[in-house]
């Protein structure tokens, strides 16, 4: 080896060499750092998709899941038992006004039973009460309730012995609450009946919506930016006990889906959130289905588009089938087993 070429292989890289290195080693890490820019602010995209698909699946999922189970009837504890038989002499008549196919001709009594917990009263809008014994069977409504003595009076029109079991059957067409005078839209040809009933921001339903013998009322009120002012973008879950006596005012902790906007325009005007299609038989109004529109965005803007995403589910036709089947009840002709609503649910409306 000569010495020309030993002190070669120590000189090491050229200035052009280090220089042509270190540009390729910056294009490289250039490239790769723009890469990993773009897969995070995709990944940002996704996550907030993500978050707001999630957030309008669960609220239309409990909509659905709710106003599915609007007008069931329960008790507590299921069922009653009459402790006080009954007897009814043959060829009585007495007890008159039948409304509904409430009652008749029989006699008047009153019974002591296991519980009147969640029993309302009224002349011929009080709970009814179907006797299960056979042949014997009857449904009554309750006239009054005496709590201190566990005791109603209700019209018998036939004889019971002691002991029998007694349950609310049928169910209310009223549970989902339905529209108000005011409540006009382009797609009705008909107006509602009911005083501060649902619109097009407020869906007012009652029943054992949970189907755990508990009766509750559920308001939910979609503050998209449609009404009022200064909106909060929020859809708001306002539960409480069917007799609760006074609504709860609606708070942060109801907030069940927020950064809620307003619909698409149909024919210029907004989509409401909640539509209902109804039909009135003997001054009952039953709502058949409701529809439901929600508009979200995101809760942060898009790093890729620097604007909000946003996205509109609608679920068209969600049939509450407690009413659905108080219906078919009342197209047959029997009427013995449609619940009234009771008068608590009507001092929650406002």
């Known amino acids: 080896m000569t010495p020309f070429t030993s002190m070669r292989r120590e000189q090491g890289f050229s200035l052009m060499e280090l220089l042509v290195a270190t540009g390729v080693l910056l294009l490289i890490s250039s490239i790769f750092t723009s890469g990993m ?3 995070v602010k995709h990944q940002q995209t996704i996550w907030n998709r993500t978050e707001m698909h999630s957030g309008v699946r669960s609220a239309t999922e409990l909509l659905q899941q709710e106003i599915g189970q609007a007008g069931r009837i329960a008790l507590p504890t299921s069922t009653i038992t009459l402790q006080t038989a009954v007897t009814v002499p043959s060829g009585t008549v007495p007890c008159v006004e039948v409304y509904g196919g409430g009652w008749s001709g029989g006699v008047t009594a009153t019974v002591t039973v296991s519980s009147v917990a969640a029993l309302w009263a009224g002349t011929n809008t009080g709970m009814k009460l179907t006797t299960l014994d056979g042949d ?3 449904t009554i409504v309750v006239q009054s309730i005496a709590s201190a003595s566990s005791e109603i009076t209700a019209c018998f029109s036939r004889s019971h012995a002691a002991n029998v079991t007694m349950m609310p ?4 067409p009223e549970g989902i609450i339905g529209p108000s005078p005011s409540y006009t839209t382009p797609w009705s040809t008909t107006t509602g009946t009911y005083t501060n009933g649902s619109d097009a ?9 949970n189907g755990d013998g508990n009766m509750v009322f559920v308001e939910y009120f979609c503050d998209n930016g449609d009404v009022g002012a200064a909106p909060t973008h929020n859809l708001y879950r306002n539960l409480m006990a069917y007799n609760a006596g006074a609504k709860p005012a609606v708070t ?3 907030i069940l889906l927020s950064n809620v906007y307003p619909n698409p325009a149909d024919n210029g005007t907004p989509r409401p959130c909640f539509k209902y299609q109804w039909v009135t038989i003997n001054g009952l109004q039953y709502v058949l289905d409701v529809a439901i529109t929600l508009t979200v965005r995101t809760q942060e803007v898009d790093r890729v588009t620097r604007q ?3 996205e509109t589910k609608a679920l068209l036709n969600v049939s509450p089938r407690n009413v659905y089947n108080t219906w078919m009840m009342a197209g047959l002709g029997e009427g013995s087993r449609l619940q009234s609503t009771p008068p608590t ?3 929650l409306l406002p």
Do not use: P
Not at 169 to 172: D, E, H, K, T, V
Not at 201 to 209: T, V
């Open 37 to 39: 820019m773009q897969t």
């Open 136 to 138: 014997s069977s009857e």
């Open 169 to 172: 059957l049928g169910g209310f």
């Open 201 to 209: 921001n407020r869906l007012k339903l009652f029943g054992d919506i």
């Open 252 to 254: 942060a902790s109801q």
């Open 308 to 310: 909000y995403q946003t």
């Open 345 to 347: 649910v009507t001092a």
